[in-house]
């Protein structure tokens, strides 16, 4: 990783790392991530000609943290990203965002079409007015046998879950209370390490488990002693996040989820066509943010390209770095070329 600097931005600092010359990429991680979730795009970016810059997200890493749950909503989120444009000297970027940095940066595209030059998303689809986790590819086998559910956009998100989900999904649980908060930070390394994995079941097979997996109730729960798959990281790697959230907590990265409510309600008048070229990479084998998702997307992002990463589940940057690498170099020298 290149070295990182403190940027002022938006009334906090961000840790940004940042290389190369040329047209600028954000880089923009998941939950829970970090910056370093990219080291093996960053070197790729830059030898492509491009100049990459990669927050810690607000909340994340040595980035600020402040105090509030409204610290986290959708606008702070988007203006920390305009503000470190402006600090950078760049004009627009290309956003590139995994998890729910793929979140950020389709909402990048709908609040500040004027500085995205586009997006490349990995993982998460664009599904308008905050109603992904409403969507039926993952709400349908959550829902009794018989029982049909059909997603309102003007309706609240998080009360439309509640009537899906059982009260220990993993994003009710977050903004139901401390107890995931609790739970994750008693043992970071054990959080990290059950949440990234790779070679597990796929998704039909995951439909038939019981009722907790097609709950997604995956945090906040106590963590078996054999867990399911392999390892996405290795010690050295698993020990850069075991530090980082042992020394931050997840409260605040939490702090993201619960403000969706807050997110879709800002948000009901905003036009839901993402206007710039887009990029969308999925993985084969992710349960929660499926390639079929991805269906009918193209009514809401016109300019849109897919792939799917064969053999891949939710972790793509670190799971499958070279195919992550080849397909977003690939379309940013087609769509956004070095000059």
Same mark, same amino acid.
């Given at each position: 990783?290149?070295?990182?600097?403190?940027?002022?931005?938006?009334?906090?600092?961000?840790?940004?790392?940042?290389?190369?010359?040329?047209?600028?990429?954000?880089?923009?991680?998941?939950?829970?991530?970090?910056?370093?979730?990219?080291?093996?795009?960053?070197?790729?970016?830059?030898?492509?000609? #491009?100049?990459?810059?990669?927050?810690?997200?607000?909340?994340?890493?040595?980035?600020?943290?402040?105090?509030?749950?409204?610290?986290?909503?959708?606008?702070?989120?988007?203006?920390?990203?305009?503000?470190?444009?402006?600090?950078?000297?760049?004009?627009?970027?290309?956003?590139?965002?995994?998890?729910?940095?793929?979140?950020?940066?389709?909402?990048?595209?709908?609040?500040?079409?004027?500085?995205?030059?586009?997006?490349?998303?990995?993982?998460?689809?664009?599904?308008?007015?905050?109603?992904?986790?409403?969507?039926?590819?993952?709400?349908?086998?959550?829902?009794?046998?018989?029982?049909?559910?059909?997603?309102?956009?003007?309706?609240?998100?998080?009360?439309?879950?509640?009537?899906?989900?059982?009260?220990?999904? #993993?994003?009710?649980?977050?903004?139901?209370?401390?107890?995931?908060?609790?739970?994750?930070?008693?043992?970071?390394?054990?959080?990290?390490?059950?949440?990234?994995?790779?070679?597990?079941?796929?998704?039909?097979?995951?439909?038939?488990?019981?009722?907790?997996?097609?709950?997604?109730?995956? #945090?906040?729960?106590?963590?078996?002693?054999?867990?399911?798959?392999?390892?996405?990281?290795?010690?050295?790697?698993?020990?850069?996040?075991?530090?980082?959230?042992?020394?931050?907590?997840?409260?605040?990265?939490?702090?993201?989820?619960?403000?969706?409510?807050?997110?879709?309600?800002?948000?009901?008048?905003?036009?839901?066509?993402?206007?710039?070229?887009?990029?969308?990479?999925?993985?084969?084998?992710?349960?929660?943010?499926?390639?079929?998702?991805?269906?009918?997307?193209?009514? #809401?992002?016109?300019?849109?390209?897919?792939?799917?990463?064969?053999?891949?589940?939710?972790?793509?940057?670190?799971?499958?770095?070279?195919?992550?690498?080849?397909?977003?170099?690939?379309?940013?020298?087609?769509?956004?070329?070095?000059?």
């Amino acid at each position: 990783m290149p070295a990182a600097i403190a940027v002022p931005t938006n009334g906090i600092e961000l840790n940004v790392h940042e290389a190369g010359t040329g047209p600028v990429v954000v880089l923009l991680h998941g939950f829970p991530g970090l910056a370093y979730t990219w080291r093996h795009q960053i070197p790729a970016l830059v030898a492509a000609g #491009y100049r990459v810059v990669v927050p810690d997200l607000r909340g994340y890493g040595a980035s600020d943290m402040p105090p509030d749950v409204e610290d986290y909503d959708i606008a702070e989120l988007t203006g920390d990203l305009v503000g470190l444009l402006d600090r950078v000297g760049a004009r627009e970027a290309v956003f590139v965002g995994h998890d729910f940095g793929g979140l950020l940066a389709w909402q990048m595209a709908l609040l500040h079409r004027d500085r995205v030059a586009g997006v490349i998303s990995m993982n998460t689809p664009h599904v308008p007015h905050w109603g992904l986790w409403l969507h039926p590819e993952i709400a349908g086998p959550a829902l009794e046998e018989g029982e049909t559910f059909v997603a309102d956009p003007g309706v609240d998100p998080i009360a439309q879950m509640r009537e899906v989900y059982s009260p220990d999904m #993993y994003v009710l649980m977050f903004v139901s209370g401390d107890e995931a908060d609790r739970a994750m930070d008693a043992d970071p390394r054990a959080t990290i390490r059950s949440a990234y994995r790779k070679d597990l079941m796929r998704a039909s097979e995951w439909d038939a488990l019981p009722a907790f997996a097609t709950n997604m109730e995956y #945090y906040g729960k106590p963590i078996p002693a054999e867990l399911p798959g392999k390892d996405v990281l290795s010690d050295d790697e698993l020990d850069v996040y075991a530090r980082s959230f042992a020394r931050t907590g997840f409260t605040p990265a939490i702090n993201w989820y619960r403000n969706i409510s807050r997110n879709w309600k800002a948000g009901l008048e905003i036009d839901q066509q993402v206007r710039v070229p887009a990029l969308m990479i999925s993985a084969e084998h992710d349960v929660v943010l499926r390639p079929a998702m991805t269906r009918g997307m193209a009514d #809401y992002v016109p300019d849109l390209e897919t792939h799917v990463i064969p053999d891949a589940w939710h972790w793509t940057p670190e799971e499958k770095p070279d195919a992550v690498n080849r397909l977003a170099i690939d379309w940013l020298q087609r769509h956004y070329p070095p000059r």
